[in-house]
């Protein structure tokens, strides 16, 4: 039995499930998300949790049950609470400010880049150095995040760039005077 996928998914008030199928609607406050679910796995509601159970024990049927189960429970918590992902400018003159809906960010390049907002994702700036990506669906926030830390990866000498707020840069050491004794 997966570890992960035995467990139940809690049903926040506000929240409403709707299984059709193979198809799974989890519909809330801050909007509504749809999964398609394998066909070796069932899913049910009972006393006001998600359970999600394997029809038989064959391979994909193990190797889906954690994933679906976690897919269900981001649904659950993106209509409820959404998903946020900060990011960090580090560098001189490096910045960032919205543009209406979309990210404008001076970041080192001869012209500034635009990023556009999707439905599913919006972006807000609460100071020139920081960018949050908010949205429900946890994956498309988390591409979103990762297209623009991609405009300038953090360098590893001086740690320069777009970096995530958790993430640890692993530094260099710069080269060393060549006169050294000679």
Do not use: C, W
């Not at 960018?131 to 830390?149: C, H, P, S, Y």
């Amino acid at each position: 039995m997966s570890r992960i996928g035995k467990l139940p998914i809690d049903i926040p008030s506000g929240v409403d499930i709707k299984i059709d199928g193979s198809m799974v609607t989890v519909k809330g406050k801050l909007g509504e998300l749809s999964q398609e679910i394998g066909s070796s796995l069932d899913v049910s509601v009972e006393d006001n949790k998600i359970i999600v159970k394997r029809k038989s024990d064959d391979k994909t049927g193990r190797s889906q049950h954690g994933l679906y189960r976690s897919l269900i429970s981001n649904m659950v918590q993106g209509v409820s609470v959404g998903f946020e992902r900060a990011l960090d400018i580090v560098g001189v003159g490096y910045r960032a400010s919205k543009k209406g809906e979309d990210l404008e960010i001076l970041i080192g390049y001869s012209n500034p880049v635009l990023i556009k907002a999707t439905k599913d994702v919006s972006f807000d700036v609460p100071s020139q150095n920081i960018i949050l990506v908010k949205g429900i669906d946890k994956q498309k926030v988390g591409e979103m995040a990762n297209t623009i830390r991609n405009v300038r990866k953090p360098e590893p000498y001086k740690g320069k760039g777009i970096k995530y707020r958790e993430e640890v840069i692993k530094r260099k050491v710069g080269k060393t005077t060549a006169s050294s004794g000679n």
